[in-house]
């Protein structure tokens, strides 16, 4: 495994690095949805941009592997596409946009829609690993409540939603618990896609880098998303199917079309909706959408 | 479109070759040259090798170059080429007394053993923009002055701890930690708060020292020195077990000395900031010393009651590379978290709305 | 000191290549995967037990080896060479435990619990098994599992069983086991919770 780009590293980091990292995802594995504390490095990208995802991808990956990145649901957004260029550059490996191809998916923000299967890994990259952050700013605070499994504030916080709004008013980064033990942060992905971390059967490793923190959901791992007895979770639903492929239950972006009020729903898994159009499904707006929406039926 | 659903990649690389582009700016003017950067904004180097934690002056002055003149993304380059560097160990503590000191000033005494030497400095300059710079002037060679006999210059702190007037400081054998190495963590002990202060940027550290000055946890400091100067750096390498020089570095050096009552168990004395960074940056030494000793409060039974008092505050916030990653990072595109939004309040206002109709009010108590 | 033998040949390769496979056992417990160590330490260091070693440890992630391998100095110089870590004496110390003879493995207790605020800070038991096959010998439910998992190994630890269950009781404190036999590799995190009967 020769460095692909000359004067550093094979996937950037440094063999101790990796060890590091490699220790506390192990860690992390073995005790689902605790926060291991790890000595982040800087990396050539900024904190907040993936950096947590980016060392746990490049502590994992072989020349063999294949990798997949996504941010908002899109192959394309130009934050996706920097980190894809970065791992072909620094590690050689192949990449590809369909979910179902992928060795490694490193997302932000989304689950694909495709279910993931036994031996894929899906990567997050977090922002905010706590939970309990925005109720308590303490880390020593909300260290001593996970230590005590103290989740009185949480539930506090989404019943005075209720008790205010009658529901619960959190709609991404919508807390979950593990196994039945810890509260985790699913990273912001909408709540739409916490059922997809129930039971999956691939490995979900969650990467925080400047805030120095990695966990992890084991493949078959209960994953609960908070709620009550007389206020059950419930996911967004969406009222018409995707313009484009005429998905349904899926999660949909809103395009505005123009200033007099023309909008379009459109898949924001691209990949699938691209792989639906390939297979001959047509939403109501397929062959009036603007090219830049619509792009190509599939790209490489 | 920013978030071009096709076509991100070409926008990326037309988006770099335009930067390359404005960041050599006019081509019939001459490029800057990295010495160039090195020899006249000797500052601005001093500040990236000190907040990058990488002492390498053309490095940071390349860096400089890269980012156009922008600090802290130079010191973000220099952060995330030091951290692919090998490491081979720890230098042995540095003697800031054996300092070829090039400026040393103290405030609580008129003069000492070394003499205050001013060396090069803004102050008592009048800060009057000087227009024959623009032409190219050529300043007159600096005057030389015959050094000291003895030439020694202890340190102030040194000269008090001899009547105990100040608290000792001893060292201890432990391995100084290494917050690059062991991820931070509450409490933390005085070595990582100044590991990390001296990496913090300079305009939260002085932000937070005038606070205390300002009476958000005052510490009554006395400028007892500034110095600033190159200091050798000696290493024992494993197979050797015996120091070998390195090579000097420019240190400047700030001993802040601060009033303390005493308590019960310890007798009225005076207690100690600290300040090192790399280069000359008297500004950031002194931020850092105001800083170390309102951290200190635990330390010296003193209330916790401002945030340059409270160490998870400042040592969380003062790391400029992560907080201008995460500020910034809210360029990136959130519009699937926004969708999730959009929806939400569309029902809250379509429900206030049939409430409204109904002549309900706002808002259902939980009771109800 | 002894002349040294192999360690990995490509080591950036070939850590990540065992590290991907202990990764992939430890979130999948109780399952046995193919583990080729292609490495040559002085015996009785297997080499499934130096391929862990040179992978994971280094001067940050200190091992404790067990009476077997700490009678010969040539795998302490091993170990120190090829991985820069330090060898402890005290099991409580080790970031990996490497113990080569299983029916004299300590109590689990032994060796580094975490704690309740860090349960990270605990030691990974590393032993060298004779065999190791999918099986029903040992049971298991808990995250990774889908279902039930099972294993026939030997040999296995005194009350290996009862100090299975007082490790998994202490979660999320606790150990990590990972076992290893010739070619092969399983993990016990300590999330797995062993099962009577069927």
Not at chain 1, 7 to 21: C, S
Not at chain 2, 2 to 20: F, M, P, T
Not at chain 2, 229 to 239: H, K, R
Request: some cysteine; hydrophobic content about 40%; glycine content about 8%.
């Amino acid at each position: 495994m020769t460095p692909v780009q000359d004067g550093y590293n094979f996937a950037y980091l440094d063999e101790q690095t990796k060890r590091m990292i490699r220790r506390a995802i192990l860690k992390a594995i073995a005790i689902p949805g605790y926060q291991v504390p790890f000595a982040s490095r800087e990396m050539p990208m900024p904190y907040g941009w993936g950096t947590g995802g980016v060392q746990v991808t490049a502590s994992i990956l072989g020349p063999d592997d294949v990798l997949k990145v996504i941010d908002q649901g899109s192959d394309d957004t130009t934050n996706a596409v920097s980190i894809r260029k970065f791992f072909k550059k620094t590690a050689g490996v192949a990449t590809t946009t369909h979910t179902a191809e992928a060795t490694i998916v490193q997302t932000r923000h989304r689950i694909p829609e495709e279910p993931l299967g036994a031996g894929q890994v899906l990567v997050y990259q977090v922002p905010i690993p706590e939970p309990l952050r925005f109720l308590e700013p303490r880390e020593t605070e909300t260290r001593t409540l996970h230590a005590l499994a103290e989740y009185g504030l949480m539930h506090v916080k989404l019943y005075e939603d209720i008790a205010r709004h009658g529901h619960v008013a959190t709609t991404y980064a919508y807390p979950v618990e593990v196994a039945g033990r810890y509260v985790m942060d699913p990273s912001p992905t909408p709540k739409f896609d916490n059922p997809k971390m129930h039971m999956s059967a691939a490995l979900q490793l969650f990467g925080a880098g400047r805030e120095q923190r990695i966990y992890a959901v084991p493949p078959y791992t209960p994953v609960k998303s908070l709620d009550f007895e007389d206020h059950p979770f419930r996911i967004q639903t969406f009222k018409d199917p995707c313009a484009l492929c005429a998905a349904e239950g899926v999660y949909l972006d809103e395009v505005v079309l123009d200033d007099r009020g023309g909008r379009m729903m459109v898949c924001s898994d691209t990949d699938f909706c691209e792989t639906r159009r390939a297979a001959g499904h047509r939403g109501a707006m397929l062959g009036t959408a603007p090219a830049e929406i619509a792009g190509e039926a599939s790209h490489g | 479109m920013y978030v071009a659903v096709k076509g991100g990649e070409q926008a990326i690389d037309n988006a770099h070759r335009l930067l390359a582009a404005k960041r050599r700016g006019d081509p019939a003017l001459p490029d800057l040259d990295v010495a160039q950067i090195d020899g006249q904004l000797a500052l601005a180097v001093a500040r990236v090798m000190a907040e990058g934690s990488l002492y390498d002056r053309s490095l940071a002055a390349l860096a400089i170059k890269q980012a156009r003149g922008d600090l802290i993304e130079a010191i973000f380059l220099v952060r995330a080429f030091r951290t692919t560097l090998p490491r081979f160990g720890a230098c042995e503590p540095v003697d800031t007394g054996a300092m070829a000191v090039e400026r040393r000033v103290s405030a609580t005494f008129k003069d000492l053993p070394g003499g205050q030497v001013l060396g090069p400095t803004f102050d008592y300059t009048h800060r009057l923009i000087d227009f024959a710079l623009a032409a190219g002037f050529a300043p007159p060679p600096p005057a030389e002055a015959e050094p000291e006999a003895d030439g020694a210059m202890p340190r102030v702190t040194d000269l008090l701890g001899e009547e105990d007037l100040i608290e000792r400081e001893t060292a201890d054998d432990r391995p100084p930690a290494d917050l690059t190495r062991e991820p931070l963590s509450f409490p933390a002990e005085r070595d990582i708060r100044l590991q990390n202060l001296a990496r913090g940027d300079e305009g939260f550290l002085l932000g937070l020292g005038y606070s205390t000055q300002r009476g958000f946890g005052r510490t009554h400091p006395f400028v007892g020195e500034v110095r600033f100067g190159a200091v050798e750096l000696d290493f024992v390498p494993e197979e050797l077990g015996f120091p070998v020089p390195l090579g000097t570095i420019e240190v400047t050096e700030c001993q802040m000395v601060n009033q303390f009552a005493g308590s019960a168990e310890r007798p009225p004395q005076f207690t100690r900031g600290y300040g090192l960074v790399f280069g000359q940056s008297e500004r950031k030494a002194m931020s850092m010393a105001l800083v170390d000793r309102a951290l200190r409060a635990r330390e010296f039974g003193e209330d916790v009651v401002a945030p340059a008092q409270d160490e998870e505050f400042v040592l969380s916030h003062s790391d400029n590379v992560q907080a201008t990653g995460f500020v910034e990072h809210l360029k990136l595109p959130h519009y699937v978290d926004f969708q999730a939004e959009l929806e939400l309040v569309r029902r809250l206002r379509a429900e206030h709305a049939a409430r409204e109709a109904d002549g309900r009010p706002h808002y259902e108590e939980a009771a109800e | 000191m002894s002349p040294l033998t192999r360690g990995f040949a490509e080591p950036a390769r070939e850590a990540q290549a065992a590290f991907r496979v202990l990764m992939t056992a430890m979130s999948r417990p109780a399952t046995v995967h193919p583990f080729a160590a292609a490495v040559t330490p002085p015996p009785p260091l297997s080499p499934e037990l130096a391929a862990i070693a040179l992978s994971l440890a280094d001067p940050d992630a200190p091992i404790w080896l067990d009476p077997p391998l700490a009678a010969v100095p040539a795998i302490a110089d091993y170990l120190r060479f090829h991985t820069g870590a330090k060898i402890v004496g005290r099991p409580d110390e080790a970031a990996f435990a490497l113990v080569s003879n299983p029916l004299a493995c300590p109590y689990l207790d032994r060796f580094a619990q975490g704690l309740d605020a860090y349960p990270d800070r605990s030691t990974t038991v590393v032993l060298a098994l004779a065999t190791l096959d999918a099986g029903s010998a040992l049971r298991f439910r808990g995250p990774g599992i889908d279902g039930v998992a099972g294993l026939d190994a030997a040999p296995l630890p005194r009350a290996f069983a009862a100090e299975l269950d007082s490790n998994h009781a202490l979660f999320p404190r606790g150990v990590d086991l990972v076992l290893l036999a010739p070619g092969r590799l399983a993990a016990l995190p300590r999330s797995a919770r062993r099962i009577e009967g069927a």
